[in-house]
T-cell receptor, first 112, second 114 residues
Framework: DQQVKQNSPSLSVQEGRISILNCDYTNSMFDYFLWYKKYPAEGPTFLISISSIKDKNEDGRFTVFLNKSAKHLSLHIVPSQPGDSAVYFCAARVFGNEKLTFGTGTRLTIIP | NAGVTQTPKFQVLKTGQSMTLQCAQDMNHNSMYWYRQDPGMGLRLIYYSASEGTTDKGEVPNGYNVSRLNKREFSLRLESAAPSQTSVYFC?????????????FGSGTRLTVV
């Protein structure tokens, strides 16, 4: 039972354009959501997060949007740069639970 | 540099062999985790330790044991390796007082069981 779903295994975007990565979830008990970025042969690195009491959080070129009614979140990267080419995982947490549940990842390729 | 250190980076085991994956963090974090990453499956939690002296099962604990040796170190043991345990293993730690809940991951151990 995949509670966090990333339905697009891959995405290609031209450099300078907007990249939009999507994530859907099924567990209404999730109260905190995170995005991680992973380069080959490295561990994932934390990128940005959002609490369920907000609908938007911004950090430089990265913005995460949360639509609770649709159980959907998205990560926007503007403008996209070659160094953004990586695999992006979304993750979610139930309040009070130590465990993060991860999606299967989306491979983003930025085309110069 | 501060962070999470995993050893070894690569390992090949024969079915039935045992081994221990080592993990150490120098950020004084309370919580530590072991995840495995498989193609098309994302990262799945094997075991975690919320504090020194405590461990709990995650989503896929069968075939594994863990030890939280002290605040810095959290090891993962495979007693009798099976081909289904071929995976990339990531250790992570977290400051349980941090607001953003972000984990710090190690660079991973790529394990192949033949």
């Amino acid at each position: 039972d995949q509670q966090v779903k990333q339905n697009s295994p891959s995405l290609s975007v031209q450099e300078g354009r907007i990249s939009i990565l999507n994530c859907d979830y099924t567990n209404s008990m999730f109260d905190y959501f995170l995005w991680y970025k992973k380069y080959p042969a490295e561990g994932p690195t934390f990128l940005i997060s959002i609490s369920s009491i907000k609908d938007k959080n911004e950090d430089g070129r990265f913005t995460v949007f949360l639509n609770k009614s649709a159980k959907h979140l998205s990560l926007h990267i503007v403008p996209s740069q070659p160094g953004d080419s990586a695999v992006y995982f979304c993750a979610a947490r139930v309040f009070g639970n130590e465990k993060l549940t991860f999606g299967t990842g989306t491979r983003l390729t930025i085309i110069p | 540099n501060a962070g999470v250190t995993q050893t070894p980076k690569f390992q090949v085991l024969k079915t039935g062999q045992s081994m221990t994956l080592q993990c150490a963090q120098d950020m004084n974090h309370n919580s530590m985790y072991w995840y495995r990453q498989d193609p098309g499956m994302g990262l799945r939690l094997i075991y975690y330790s919320a504090s020194e002296g405590t461990t709990d099962k995650g989503e896929v604990p069968n075939g594994y044991n863990v030890s939280r040796l002290n605040k810095r170190e959290f090891s993962l043991r495979l007693e009798s390796a099976a081909p289904s345990q071929t995976s990339v293993y990531f250790c992570a730690s977290r400051d349980s007082t941090a607001v953003n809940y972000g984990y710090t991951f190690g660079s991973g151990t790529r394990l192949t069981v033949v």
